[in-house]
C-alpha cells in the first residue's frame, strides 16, 4: 500500500454501511472506558507496516503503532513467519512458566540486547501478558528484597491501570506512593527548566531522601520512565538520570525503570536508558517485546531475586506465540540497526515540526527522542500568560519569528500581531544572573550559577521568565480529527491532553516520514486558520466574553 494512495476515494455504499453498523454495534455493546475507539471511529480490515486499511476502503498511516506495540508495523514479514513456524510445528502454545525451546531463544535475545552491565548478572521474571502486572511483579520483588513498602514515582508518570501501577501513575487519588518532580523545560516545575531545572529536581529529590523529616521513610524502590509517554513525551535529561542512579545506589534503594513504551529501539537506543549509560537494577518491559502479541517481563539484578515459589504468578505469562513473535522482533531490531535509524529519523522529524512552532503560535513545544515525539499545542491567548509574557525575555512559544505576537484574529484564525507582546531575543540575560538556554521552545532564563562545588545555586529567576500558555486539549483533539481526515492516525497525550503523539514503526521509510509530517502540518495549519470550524471554541476575552468568529 503505497502512501500515495488516496485516502478520500469513493466508497462503496455496502462498505460504508458495513462499516458504521460495525462501530453502531460497538458503542452499544462496549463499556464506557473505551478510549481511542472515540476519537479513532475506524474499522480496520487489514494493515502492513505502516498502513491500515478499514472497512470503509479508507487506508491510514498509523503513527499509533498499538500504542508503540508494534516496533516493526503491522504484520512483518518475520513476525509472521515465526508465528506461522510455532503453529506449523504442533509445539503448545500456552505452558505457564515450563521451559520450552520457544522460551529459550526468546530469553537468549532479550538477555543479548540488555545494557551491559545488566545482562551478565539478570535474572527475568515472566508476567502476565500486560505491562502493569510487570510493574506490580517489580513493586512486590524490590519489597520482597529490601523489606521496606514505600515507593518514589514521579509527577506526569504512567506506569499501567491496576492499582499498585495506578498509584505509581500522575493521576494517582489516594496516594500511597511519595512523588517527586520529573525534569522538564517546557512546563518546568520550578519555572526555570534546562539544565538548572533539572538540578533543582535532582536536588528536591536528595532532599527528601536525606531529611528525617520530610515524610518519606526510605523506600523500597524509585521507578521512573527514561521518557514519559503519556505525560506529554518528556525526555529526562541525562545528566538527571545519572543523579537518580547515583542517589539510590548511594542509599540502598533499587532503581526501576519502566521501559514497557521506550524500549526495543523506540527512542533511538535499544532501550533509553542506555542514553545516559544507566544500568537499573530493575527493568519492566512489554508492548514490542512481544512482536506485536501480549507479552511482559521483569528483568532484574540476581541478588534480588529473594521470591518463594509462586510469589508471583499468572495464567497466561507462557504465550509461546508472543515469545516467537518478540523474538522475531527483537532480532530484527538489533541486527538491522533500527535503533540508530530511529535516533536518525527521529532528528530529522523533530527538525521539520519545530518549523510548525515558528509558524503557528498554538504550537507550544515540540520535543521527543528518536521515534517517540510529542507537538503541544496551546492557547497563545490566554490573558495569563500574554501577561507574563510582556515582561519576559522571550518570544512566546511557537510565535513566529517574522509575526510576533500572533493572535485569534477575528475570522477564526490564529495570526496577526500585537506589537506589545514582543520582547527581547532568546539568550538575552537577566543582568547579574548566568543564564542557561531552554531547549523545545523556551527561553533563556536566570538560573544555576557555579560555585566552588560546581553546582551552588547563588541565582534565581527573578520572574522574568515568560510563562508557557496554558495546554489546548480542545485544539489538539482538533488537530487529531484533521488528521483522521487526512489519513494520519496519531494518539493524544500529555497533563491536560494537549500533546498529538507520534510513535510510528521503527521500519518507517523516508518517503513515509514525509507523507506522515505533510498530513500533520496540513492538519495544523488547517486548523490554525479556522479553529471554530474545527470544533473549537474561540477564547474568551477578559470580560469573559467570546471573541468575534467573524
Not at 487489514?46 to 472497512?55: H, K, P, S, W
Not at 525451546?101 to 527475568?124: I, M, N, Q, S, Y
Not at 521474571?125 to 513493586?139: I, R, S
Request: negative net charge; hydrophobic residues 40%.
Amino acid at each position: 500500500m503505497a502512501v500515495t494512495e488516496s485516502v478520500t476515494g469513493e466508497t462503496s455504499g455496502g462498505a460504508r454501511e458495513a462499516h458504521e453498523g460495525i462501530l453502531r454495534r460497538q458503542s452499544a455493546r462496549e463499556s464506557r472506558a473505551r478510549t481511542y475507539a472515540r476519537a479513532l471511529p475506524i474499522v480496520p480490515v487489514r494493515a502492513r507496516g505502516l498502513t491500515i486499511e478499514g472497512a470503509d476502503g479508507r487506508r491510514y498511516l498509523d503513527c499509533l503503532s498499538g500504542a508503540g506495540t508494534l516496533a516493526l508495523g503491522h504484520n512483518h514479514p518475520v513476525v509472521l513467519e515465526a508465528i506461522r513456524k510455532v503453529l506449523d510445528s504442533g509445539a503448545p502454545l500456552s505452558i505457564l512458566d515450563l521451559a520450552t525451546p520457544v522460551k529459550d531463544a526468546f530469553t537468549t535475545e532479550l538477555f543479548r540486547t540488555l545494557p551491559p552491565g545488566l545482562a551478565d548478572r539478570a535474572r527475568v521474571q515472566f508476567c502476565g501478558p500486560a505491562g502493569t502486572d510487570a510493574v506490580e511483579a517489580a513493586f512486590k520483588l524490590v519489597r520482597a528484597a529490601t523489606g521496606r513498602t514505600g515507593m518514589l514515582a514521579f509527577t506526569g508518570a504512567y506506569h499501567g491501570m491496576t492499582s499498585g501501577a495506578l498509584a505509581a501513575s500522575g493521576g494517582a487519588g489516594d496516594v500511597r506512593v511519595a512523588r517527586l518532580p520529573y525534569p522538564q523545560d517546557y512546563r518546568c516545575p520550578f519555572g526555570v527548566g534546562g539544565p538548572g531545572g533539572a538540578e533543582l529536581a535532582a536536588r528536591w529529590t536528595e532532599s527528601v531522601l536525606d531529611d528525617p523529616k520530610s515524610g518519606v521513610p526510605l523506600p523500597a524502590g524509585m521507578i521512573l520512565e527514561p521518557v514519559q509517554g503519556e505525560g506529554g513525551v518528556l525526555p529526562a535529561p541525562d545528566v538527571w538520570l545519572r543523579r537518580m542512579r547515583q542517589l539510590t545506589a548511594d542509599r540502598g534503594i533499587p532503581l526501576i525503570a519502566d521501559e514497557i513504551q521506550t524500549g526495543v529501539g523506540r527512542t533511538g537506543a535499544f532501550w533509553a536508558v542506555e542514553h545516559s549509560g544507566v544500568v537499573p537494577d530493575v527493568m519492566v518491559l512489554s508492548k514490542a517485546i512481544g512482536g506485536s502479541l501480549p507479552l511482559a517481563v521483569v528483568v532484574y539484578r540476581d541478588d534480588l531475586d529473594v521470591w518463594e515459589p509462586g510469589a508471583h504468578a499468572g495464567t497466561f505469562r507462557g504465550n509461546q506465540l508472543a515469545m516467537a513473535a518478540g523474538t522475531a522482533t527483537l532480532a530484527h531490531v538489533r541486527e538491522n540497526g533500527l535503533s540508530e535509524r530511529a535516533a536518525l529519523l527521529g532528528s530529522r522529524m523533530l527538525s521539520r515540526l519545530r518549523a510548525l512552532q515558528d509558524e503557528f503560535a498554538c504550537v507550544g513545544d515540540v520535543r521527543g527522542r528518536g521515534l517517540m515525539i510529542g507537538v503541544e499545542f496551546v492557547d497563545p491567548e490566554d490573558e495569563r500568560s500574554t501577561a507574563a509574557a510582556r515582561n519576559g525575555h522571550a518570544r512566546p512559544a511557537g510565535e513566529s519569528k517574522d509575526h510576533p505576537g500572533s493572535r485569534w484574529d477575528g475570522d477564526g484564525g490564529f495570526r496577526g500581531s500585537v506589537p506589545d507582546t514582543v520582547v527581547e531575543p532568546r539568550g538575552a540575560a537577566v543582568e547579574g544572573v548566568d543564564t542557561v538556554r531552554e531547549t523545545g521552545g523556551g527561553s533563556s532564563v536566570g538560573a544555576l550559577v557555579s560555585g566552588r562545588d560546581g553546582g551552588a545555586l547563588s541565582g534565581w529567576d527573578d520572574g522574568s521568565r515568560s510563562r508557557p500558555h496554558p495546554a489546548a486539549p480542545e485544539l489538539a483533539s482538533a488537530v487529531q480529527r484533521a488528521c483522521l481526515e487526512r489519513g494520519l492516525i496519531v494518539e493524544l497525550g500529555g497533563r491536560h491532553a494537549g500533546v498529538v503523539r507520534l510513535l510510528p514503526p521503527l521500519t518507517i521509510t523516508d518517503e513515509q516520514a514525509a507523507a506522515v509530517l505533510d498530513r500533520l502540518a496540513d492538519a495544523v495549519a488547517a486548523v490554525a486558520r479556522d479553529p471554530v470550524a474545527h470544533g473549537v471554541r474561540p477564547p474568551r476575552r477578559p470580560d469573559g466574553r467570546d471573541e468575534p468568529s467573524g
